[in-house]
């Protein structure tokens, strides 16, 4: 019930591309739905976060979508250039007082072709 | 305003001996976090603890494994009696006030166990 599932584990695109990274979760406590973007040998970035009131959020060419319902939210790229090639991870937070989970995804690796 | 500084960056260790990890939180921030990351997985929750205190140890393994954020200082996680197992990029976070604020992350320690 903790797990948070990404899928695909792996994503080619050429540029310009719309690559989209899915997550599901079971547990109907989490709260706060964060995106990271890690490059290799560097810690993960905070790139966009979704609280479950809102369907969407975008922040430049990043979008996510989030279906309460179905307790599944994805990452979507619009426009993806070679510098978006990265690992992307979901996470699931629960943060009711009392309790602290974080759980994150086991990441997408995404190359995007020139 | 510096980033978050985690050192040393690389460790070698031997079977048996001791892995100690810093972490030096963003200006301001008084919650870090520590987590794990095997190769090609995703990152795994280890501790979260606020100055001088332990809020939440529920993802660090009960036997060699401790962390402290003391009031003066950077936070240490330290690893006693090292086996293969614990190679792992090791990976600190710092936010503001708690869960449901932005963590930001810090570059990782990257420790191998020969």
């Known amino acids: 019930q903790q797990q948070v599932k990404q899928s695909p584990q792996s994503l080619i695109v050429q540029k310009g591309g719309i690559p989209i990274i899915n997550c599901a979760y079971e547990?109907?406590?989490?709260?706060?739905f964060p995106w990271y973007q890690q490059f290799p040998g560097k810690g993960p970035a905070l790139l966009i976060a979704?609280?479950?009131?809102?369907s969407e959020k975008k922040e430049g060419r990043f979008t996510i979508s989030f279906n309460k319902s179905a307790k599944q939210f994805s990452l979507h790229i619009m426009d993806s250039q070679p510098g978006d090639s990265a690992t992307y991870f979901c996470?699931?937070?629960?943060?009711?007082?009392?309790?602290?989970?974080?759980?994150f995804g086991t990441g997408t690796r995404l190359k995007v072709l020139a | 305003n510096a980033g978050v500084m985690q050192n040393p960056r690389h460790l070698v260790r031997r079977r048996g001996q001791e892995a100690r990890l810093r972490c030096s939180p963003m200006?301001?921030?008084?919650?870090v976090y520590w987590y794990r990351q095997l190769p090609e997985e995703g990152l795994k929750f280890m501790v979260y603890?606020?100055?001088?205190?332990?809020?939440?140890e529920s993802g660090m393994p009960k036997e060699r494994f401790s962390a402290e954020f003391p009031k003066e200082g950077p936070s240490i996680l330290r690893i006693q009696q090292v086996v293969r197992g614990d190679s792992a990029a090791y990976f600190c976070?710092?936010?503001?006030?708690?869960?449901?604020?932005?963590?930001?992350f810090g570059p990782g320690t990257r420790l191998l166990v020969l």
């Open positions: 200006k301001g921030h008084s919650h």
């Open positions: 976070a710092s936010a503001q006030q708690g869960p449901q604020e932005t963590q930001y």
């Open positions: 547990n109907t406590a989490f709260d706060y």
């Open positions: 603890l606020q100055k001088e205190n332990i809020i939440d």
């Open positions: 979704i609280r479950p009131d809102v």
């Open positions: 996470a699931a937070i629960q943060t009711t007082s009392g309790t602290y989970k974080y759980i």
